[in-house]
């Protein structure tokens, strides 16, 4: 029983490991859709995104089937309960990264950002994709340290969409509200990104440790 | 053992209701304080969310404590998972709602919202409003047939964010790129805070009919 409990654990977690890379993959090539005008990219991440979906569908499976089978409690419940938040986390994950396709695909063939917010979404798409592999690796390997760490790593994601609206609301900015709203609208994707691998880091190290995280917003 | 499962599915039912009604009741008043530049009322809103986030608690709680002693399988065990991610959506409705209340104080004493687009803007948190009541009656309640109601509801709140943006994109706006900025992302929150409500009606319809909704995003 315990053996099979322990099997069906690994299938979450590798589950799990899977969507976290499909949501990687994800928006990165939402990035490359964004930043070079590429509506086969935007178009590509926008019909994958059902993927994203799917693996979500089969994490709740077989999170049902583990709890109908084994009658985990206690710390085993929390285990696949956890595994159920998780999975909602990267599942929206994938949507953001949608939602940055889509935005690339309504403005083609014109770029959605224009040459002053290149470097800002540059870095904020090299952090949410160093974010997102170590999210990865740590779902496939729980680990209560570099969980805790992506907490810095998002705080560079904030700075990042902070320098992001002083570009924004500069008295000189030259290209409208629209422009100054798909900005705005962009740079929350990012942001929202990363503040959902940071759950899912919350989520592993109270897995670890028991102790639960105190911000869920 | 029936009636022991019946009395925690009631308890789970009575907390979700309160919780949808805690989101309702701080959109409700975070609109106010967009509506009349109140601080005060932003700030009541700000300070609550964390009773939505404690009711979130003690859903988990009851919904583990439910599992690891009922042990339920099939439809039963899938009604204490739904359950979960219901308080999920009510729980990120609070955090909408907060995210209303504090553009409402960043900008304080100025109005968030300017004239032109406080029509806009009340139509919007009335359609929140309305769903957010329907939603809190069905979760006492649940009836497939108003819940799938509410996509039509949803339907307005979309209709809504289109005219909240033509304003936003006309040729002749006034206001510069930070108001529009406010302004979009402000009809965001409200169309997320909708599209949560509309997740709990078809996560509902799901309980009751066994049949998925088909549409995550």
């Known amino acids: 029983m315990r053996e099979e409990f322990q099997a069906d654990l690994d299938e979450i977690s590798r589950l799990l490991v899977t969507m976290a890379e499909a949501a990687r993959a994800a928006m990165r090539k939402a990035t490359t859709a964004l930043l070079t005008a590429d509506r086969s990219a935007a178009e590509a991440v926008i019909e994958r ?5 799917a693996i979500y569908g089969q994490v709740e499976a077989k999170v049902a089937d583990t709890i109908a ?11 696949v309960i956890t595994a159920l938040h998780i999975s909602a986390d990267l599942e929206r994950m994938g949507d953001l990264a949608e939602h940055v396709a889509k935005t690339a695909r309504r403005r083609h063939p014109s770029p959605a950002v224009p040459a002053e917010l290149r470097p800002v979404f540059t870095g904020m798409a090299e952090v949410a994709d160093r974010m997102a592999g170590e999210i990865a690796t740590l779902l496939g390997k729980p680990d209560a ?6 907490e810095t790593a ?3 994601m904030d700075a990042l969409e902070r320098r992001l609206f002083q570009v924004l ?11 100054a709203i798909d900005g705005a609208l962009l740079g929350r994707f990012y942001e929202r990104y ?22 869920r917003s």
Do not use: C, K, M
Request: aromatic share 6%.
């Open 194 to 215: 990363a503040d959902h691998i940071v759950n899912v880091g919350e989520q592993l190290v109270y897995l670890i440790t028991g102790e639960p995280a105190t911000d």
């Open 69 to 79: 089978r084994q009658a985990p409690v206690a710390g085993d419940l929390r285990t």
């Open 154 to 156: 998002d705080d560079e």
């Open 145 to 150: 340290e570099p969980a805790a760490r992506l």
């Open 169 to 179: 609301l500069d008295d000189d900015w030259p290209y409208g509200a629209e422009t």
């Open 49 to 53: 995104d059902a993927e994203v979906d």
